[in-house]
């Protein structure tokens, strides 16, 4: 006879707001919806990027954290994180065990199959290995995810473009791989509207043009080319105005370097926002920049087609998937910052083309990244590879 509740545990090494950790948050909501048994394993999430499972509106389901289970190479906290995490699994006979981000993907997989766990699943969120690393860190990491990638039964990924990239660089065949577009709510993007109020608060011009970026305040994030881009921009017409959605790090070395360069007043911070208010903040928007070198499937370029506004960001790894290019937006070289400015004052200047934009893109991901699809998928695909699994072992 074929299970179909089972014994799930998501882990991932942080909770903080971000693309990945509401992915790995949503996939719990619809499998908690369905009526499985889930919980959730995290490391500590420090910092100015903030906490996700802070006023959620989840149902209520276990979380536990995992405190040896941190972001950076650390020998000592990673055996004591398998450790706990294998004994953890041992004790709570998960049926399904799904890993999400770098290392919790390292460690979760390898504790899970030491722990017996039948079935252990991994998704890639975004390449721990990029072009734009030093080489022993790029060799370490495709070395780490090969071995990984053992102990496993099959990996996801948000995009097409990590697919190809782990199978050239020969983490895994393939076949051990399957495209899972990583959802959200749509619905609220989609119905989000101008507010008066919200652009007065934020300080913009009731009617001026606005580019957003969605994103922590982080240097991975690509703001080493928004800024100059934007320099580019302003020169051109001093009226435009950006709108920086997101907290981390950086957000002090920004603000100090706007206002050194003058240009401060067309710069708004709206700080760490809600996933579930973000909608609201890129209806103030008439464009999306994501200048990041290094994603996986870009969420924010997916929410922003999804409120109708057109995205420009450079043609690496999943972006081209979304952002594509003359349709839905714009795709440029990395760190072609000359040709970001070329398009954005192109869309600016035809506002008909903008809109046509904006429409095609809202048009195409509105059903393909539903957030109950991601989880719907997920769920069968759980439960085929158990029963496949504890089936082929009784006979």
């Known amino acids: 006879m074929e299970k179909t509740q089972l014994r799930i545990c998501h882990v991932i090494t942080r909770m903080i707001v971000g693309g990945a950790q509401e992915n790995t948050l949503l996939t719990i909501k619809g499998h908690l919806q369905s009526g499985h048994h889930v919980e959730l394993a995290t490391g500590p999430s420090p910092g100015r990027e903030g906490k996700l499972l802070e006023n959620t509106g989840m149902p209520e389901f276990p979380i536990v954290e995992f405190p040896d289970m941190v972001r950076e190479l650390s020998p000592i906290h990673d055996l004591k994180a398998f450790f706990a995490l294998k004994k953890y699994f041992k004790a709570n006979k998960f049926d399904v065990v799904h890993t999400h981000s770098s290392k919790a993907g390292i460690l979760g997989r390898l504790a899970a199959r030491a722990a017996g766990v039948p079935v252990v699943v991994h998704t890639v969120h975004g390449q721990a290995f990029h072009p734009y690393q030093s080489k022993w860190k790029n060799r370490l990491y495709i070395a780490l995810e090969r071995f990984a990638a053992k102990y496993c039964d099959k990996i996801y990924a948000v995009a097409q473009a990590m697919i190809d990239q782990c199978v050239a660089a020969k983490v895994a065949p393939r076949e051990k791989y399957m495209v899972v577009y990583s959802g959200m709510d749509t619905t609220a993007f989609a119905n989000a509207e101008r507010e008066t109020e919200l652009r007065s608060k934020l300080g913009i011009p009731e009617n001026a043009l606005t580019i957003a970026t969605v994103a922590r305040l982080f240097h991975q994030k690509g703001y080493e080319f928004v800024i100059p881009a934007a320099e580019?921009?302003?020169?051109?017409?001093?009226?435009?105005?950006?709108?920086?959605?997101?907290?981390?790090?950086?957000?002090?070395?920004?603000?100090?370097?706007?206002?050194?360069?003058?240009?401060?007043?067309?710069?708004?911070?709206?700080?760490?926002?809600?996933p579930s208010e973000v909608c609201r903040y890129l209806a103030q928007s008439d464009l999306l920049w994501h200048l990041s070198l290094h994603e996986g499937l870009p969420r924010a370029v997916v929410q922003a087609l999804a409120t109708g506004i057109p995205a420009i960001?450079?043609?690496?790894?999943?972006?081209?998937?979304?952002?594509?290019?003359?349709?839905?937006?714009?795709?440029?070289?990395?760190?072609?910052?000359?040709?970001?400015?070329?398009?954005?004052?192109?869309?600016?200047?035809?506002?008909?083309?903008?809109?046509?934009?904006?429409?095609?893109?809202?048009?195409?991901?509105?059903?393909q990244f539903d957030w109950k699809l991601m989880a719907d998928i997920l769920e069968k695909e759980f439960i085929t590879l158990y029963n496949n699994k504890t089936n082929s072992k009784r006979n």
């Open 313 to 367: 960001g450079f043609a690496l790894d999943g972006t081209p998937e979304v952002i594509i290019n003359g349709e839905t937006g714009f795709t440029t070289g990395a760190e072609d910052i000359d040709e970001v400015s070329r398009r954005t004052l192109q869309l600016f200047a035809d506002e008909k083309l903008r809109r046509t934009m904006g429409e095609c893109g809202k048009a195409k991901v509105l059903e």
């Open 232 to 274: 580019k921009v302003l020169a051109v017409n001093p009226d435009i105005h950006f709108l920086f959605v997101g907290d981390g790090p950086m957000y002090d070395e920004l603000q100090a370097f706007l206002k050194s360069r003058n240009i401060d007043k067309n710069f708004h911070f709206a700080g760490l926002v809600p």
